[in-house]
């Protein structure tokens, strides 16, 4: 870890850095609007306020509703320690019992509605806290905190009480933490820590723990939020309102499930624009996990690869152990931005160094080739028959003496490093005594991050416990795959956030004359024909072949000499599917009788089937190139979603897809290519010319102005094949379809 126990340096007072980014439509208390400037075609807010929980962490009066002083009970100290917190805050305290006149020597009121004066904070340490919330309401205190279980977590029936919560305080002005959260934001934190602090967000207490508990290796925590059930007050709040503080340099949230959709990624596209990393452990995966943290928490997990794009696309950094949170989240908050990409591991055997490469270059690390001239300048120290291109093998001996510092010097010292890693497999004493102290020495002196592995399962070496933890600059690990995750998520924050661009920034505000076009189309509850569908993309300007809806043999014909032979038929009807499994698709038609004869068994098969039709299309057969998938679907977190992948039988097959919650631009756009197993097709394999990945980026981008412009009209849209031609051809939709919600 990175650690520092020295000096003194407490800033949770300190005003936070709030940026006017329009207003959102907060939870029901607020009984806030939104203006129709800051909202996209759909009416969904491009901004939010960031919101003011100052008093909440630090508030200047508290009333403690419930309080007792018998021993014995529980409430008794739970009172004894927000009593305790209160002192360090420098809060008031006025505690509310109906049949005592004083609790722990304070003196005690019967009701809040007896409250000498108006608080900032109400916490509840009650069984049933409707009728005291409803109480607050006259009082009206900042924020009330209520720790009752019994609510959403539970189901339907627990769901309504809960909704009578936010009800009681509706129009009063007050946020709501909870129900079903707990004492962690009362925690006491060590004030004698300083440097950049680690603000944590948790849906569950206990999961919270390992990251609180790394002040005791020297990293430096300034709040906790145990947002429960989020009733109001939700995850996405608490990291608009971190993001803004001066002394957050990292925030880590374990998150079960996620409130609302937008209202995260407005704070996400905040906590970027800050060039605040957030390090989250996201449960829900699969389907058992998602059922777990829904009777945990009450909320929606959401589909998984959605919530992990999201995440991708405002550069939320995803772990999956509480183990990466912790050790991530720290290197993140205290190191400094990279001067290079290059990582170079040093080590004292070469098949540590070997083994750590291969980690690090399979995560996707660079490992530059150190050059000539470097390799010779460490060969003054380092034997000539060990490897020092990167990995670098020192083979032990220069550890132990003056060697050891000029070794290191040398590799922070060149340009294409921006990172030193050395793993240090166990405890060899002196030799990894000596390396300790001369890492932590260089780290001092240089602007580069030195990352350390301290592999031994003891841990209580004076090297790994006062050496390395004794240092602000060491980023001290205990395993190699922690480190690799943590060195590549810094890398990759940096490179993000560097370039990093709001996509709500660019986001539509007006609908496009297409959208009045394709409106038209719609039919509400129901599933569109080829044809219609095809009318659709057409209004958006996504190309599809030339064709015409027939309702004869004859009409059929004619249409073909229009188009042109050869020419595709295909059955086109509202409640048609997958044509071509039923027969309904002939292709390479070449002459007048072919169609004509097609025509019939087309509309005979459809009867038979008793499927109803609109016509038999006549198209255009299009040439080769690579068959993808571009379509709409409706996620419960977020809405419109867009995907993008390999298409035909292949989307079915190998399931190879990228998403994206719109808005996004066109860099997203290309990274979701990327993204895709199956990316190479699109330059050309096997002798095949490159596509026109131009033509596909493009197609992507009105998809998504479709999804937003329509997105709450539409269950879903499915163009495929979506046929890439020859770089510089285009791209062009041979089938499409489309529900109506």
């Known amino acids: 870890m990175l650690g520092s126990t020295h000096g003194t340096l407490t800033t949770t007072s300190r005003p936070a850095r709030v940026t006017a980014c329009g207003r959102h439509p907060g939870p029901a208390v607020h009984g806030t609007t939104t203006s129709a400037e800051d909202t996209d075609v759909s009416g969904r807010p491009l901004s939010s306020d960031v919101p003011d929980l100052d008093r909440l962490f630090r508030p200047r009066t508290m009333a403690v509703v419930g309080a007792s002083e018998t021993e014995g009970r529980p409430n008794t100290a739970i009172t004894r320690r927000l009593i305790d917190w209160a002192e360090r805050v ?27 004066e108006r608080v900032d904070l109400a916490v509840l340490l009650v069984g049933d806290p409707a009728p005291v919330l409803e109480e607050l309401k006259e009082t009206r205190p900042r924020f009330a905190v209520v720790f009752a279980s019994g609510f959403a977590e539970t189901g339907t029936e627990g769901a309504t009480a809960q909704a009578r919560l ?35 967000i948790t849906q569950s207490g206990h999961q919270g723990r390992p990251v609180f508990a790394l002040q005791e290796l020297g990293i430096r925590l300034s709040h906790w939020a145990p947002t429960g059930n989020e009733a109001d007050l939700e995850c996405a709040d608490f990291l608009s309102y971190f993001a803004t503080r001066p002394e957050v340099g ?10 609302d959709g937008r209202a995260f990624l407005l704070a996400a596209d905040r906590a970027a624009r800050h060039k605040v990393p957030v390090v989250m452990v996201k449960v829900g995966r699969t389907e058992t996990g998602a059922r777990t943290a829904a009777t945990h928490t009450g909320k929606l997990t959401g589909a998984d690869d959605v919530v992990d794009a999201a995440m991708r696309q405002y550069g939320v950094i995803r772990v ?44 996707g690390l660079d490992l530059p080739l150190l050059s000539t001239a470097k390799q010779n300048e460490l ?3 380092i034997p000539d028959y060990l490897s020092v291109a990167n990995p670098v093998d020192n083979g032990g001996h220069p550890v132990g003496d003056w060697r050891g510092r000029k070794i290191i010097d040398a590799i922070l010292a060149d340009p294409s490093v921006g990172v030193l890693v050395c793993p240090i497999t166990g405890p060899f004493p002196p030799l990894s005594d000596r390396l300790a102290r001369d890492l932590v020495d260089a780290a001092e002196k240089t ?32 395993t190699f795959a922690n480190c690799v995750t943590a060195v590549r998520a810094y890398l990759d924050h940096h490179r993000f956030t560097d370039d990093y661009r709001s996509p709500f920034d660019d986001a539509p505000r007006t609908l496009s004359p297409s959208a009045r076009k394709a409106r ?67 292709i390479g038609l070449t002459s007048a009788s072919q169609v004509r004869d097609t025509y019939r068994e087309l509309t005979e098969i459809a009867r038979y089937e008793g499927l109803p039709l609109d016509g038999v299309l006549v198209c255009q057969l299009v040439g080769q190139g690579v068959e993808m998938t571009v ?8 809405g419109p979603t867009v995907t993008v992948g390999l298409g035909g039988v292949l989307v079915e097959v190998l399931d190879d897809t990228a998403v994206r919650v719109p808005p996004f631009g066109e860099d997203h756009a290309r990274a979701m290519l990327g993204e895709l197993r199956g990316r190479a097709l699109l330059d050309g394999v096997r002798g095949a010319p490159p596509a026109d990945v131009d033509a596909l980026v493009e197609t992507v981008l009105r998809v998504q102005r479709m999804a937003l412009e329509l997105g709450d009209r539409l269950a879903g849209l499915d163009v495929n094949p979506l046929v890439v031609l020859e770089r510089g051809q285009g791209a062009v939709a041979l089938d499409a379809l489309t529900v109506c919600r």
């Not at 129901?526 to 996504?542: N, P, T, W």
């Not at 379509?631 to 977020?638: A, C, K």
Request: hydrophobic letters at 40%; charged letters at 20%; one cysteine or more.
């Open 90 to 116: 420098g809060a008031r305290v006025h505690p509310v019992h109906p049949t005592r006149t004083t609790v722990f020597g304070l003196p005690c009121h019967a009701s809040v509605r007896d409250l000498p």
């Open 166 to 200: 936010t009800a009681a305080l509706q129009g009063s002005g007050t946020r709501l933490l909870g129900p079903n959260t707990n004492l962690n934001a009362f925690e006491r934190f060590r004030d004698d820590l300083d440097g950049p602090a680690i603000a944590l």
């Open 250 to 259: 990292a925030i880590a949230a374990y998150v079960e499930g996620l409130k």
């Open 320 to 363: 999956n152990g509480l183990d990466e949170l912790q050790d991530t989240a720290a290197l993140l908050a205290r190191a400094r931005p990279p001067r290079a990409q290059g990582v170079a591991v040093y080590s004292i055997s070469g098949g540590t160094g070997a083994h750590f490469a291969d980690l690090a270059s399979a995560a």
């Open 379 to 381: 060969h003054q120290w």
């Open 447 to 478: 602007d580069k991050l030195v990352c350390v592995v301290w592999g031994s399962p003891v841990g209580t070496e004076d090297a790994y416990r006062t050496t390395l933890l004794g240092s602000s600059r060491v980023a001290t690990f205990r």
């Open 520 to 586: 038209a189309l719609l039919r509400p509850g129901e599933q569109l024909s080829e044809h219609a569908a095809k009318q659709l993309l057409r209004a958006y300007g996504i190309r599809v072949p030339r064709e015409q809806l027939v309702t004869s043999a004859a009409a059929a014909v004619r249409a073909a000499g229009q188009i042109g032979y050869p020419v595709v038929m295909k059955a086109s009807g509202p409640r048609l599917g997958h044509k071509s499994e039923l027969g309904l698709v002939r």
């Open 631 to 638: 379509g709409i679907t409706r996620d419960p977190l977020f």
